[in-house]
T-cell receptor, first 114, second 115 residues
């Protein structure tokens, strides 16, 4: 199993550009989520999904869109990048219908918006 | 929604000493409390977790305690080693509830173990 795979690892965007961060998992996990990590602020939830076709907003959803057309994939879209979206982004997945809800993280995407 | 506060933000200890990191949570429905370790430039990885029907759990040099009444839980690392140096995150979630899988993280503690 590859686990949770994120692409790209690094990205530089100009203000106003759009892009999609990719996330795929091969563990048949129902639950997938996106976090952003900023210094001193921990991991903040952007969007999450409890299964294919179902998504919901987390703590900091503004400026981001998600979709979940398959169990395996959960892309995060930045529609019009802003410098405030400079951060490290982590995708995570876990079982949601069992008591074991360990979250497995991808390797992260370091995004810089200039 | 859930709010998790973590203290201290930085912790410096000598090798062999113990380290304690504390977290409080606000939602009484939370019943799952994991701790993650993140080494520099790496992804967070689970090191230990505890559920609300248990007061304490140990795994070698690592232990976690939970006080549901006071809504706080703590990570204890004994006999610290330089390789324990990392950022540690606590989190709270509801395993099996309607918001299953959703975790709220604390702000993180940078632990430095000096040889």
């Amino acid at each position: 199993n590859a686990g949770v795979t994120q692409t790209p690892k690094f990205q530089v965007l100009k203000t106003g550009q759009s892009m999609t961060l990719q996330c795929a998992q091969d563990m048949n996990h129902e639950y997938m989520s996106w976090y952003r990590q900023d210094p001193g602020m921990g991991l903040r939830l952007i969007h999450y999904s409890v299964g294919a076709g179902i998504t919901d907003q987390g703590e900091v959803p503004n400026g981001y869109n998600v979709s979940r057309s398959t169990t395996e994939d959960f892309p995060l879209r930045l529609l019009s990048a802003a410098p405030s979206q400079t951060s490290v982004y982590f995708c995570a997945s876990s079982y949601s219908k069992r008591m074991n809800t360990e979250a497995f993280f991808g390797q992260g995407t370091r995004l810089t918006v200039v | 929604g859930e709010n998790v506060e973590q203290h201290p933000s930085t912790l410096s200890v000598q090798e062999g000493d113990s380290a304690v990191i504390k977290c409080t949570y606000s939602d009484s429905a939370s019943n799952y409390f994991p701790w993650y370790k993140q080494e520099l430039g790496k992804r967070p990885q689970l090191i230990i977790d505890i559920r609300s029907n248990v007061g304490e759990k140990k795994d070698q040099r690592i232990a976690v305690t939970l006080n549901k009444t006071a809504k706080h839980f703590s990570l204890h690392i004994t006999e610290t080693q330089p390789e324990d140096s990392a950022v540690y995150f606590c989190a709270a979630g509801n395993a099996g509830g309607t918001s299953y899988g959703k975790l709220t993280f604390g702000q993180g503690t940078i632990l430095t173990v000096h040889p």
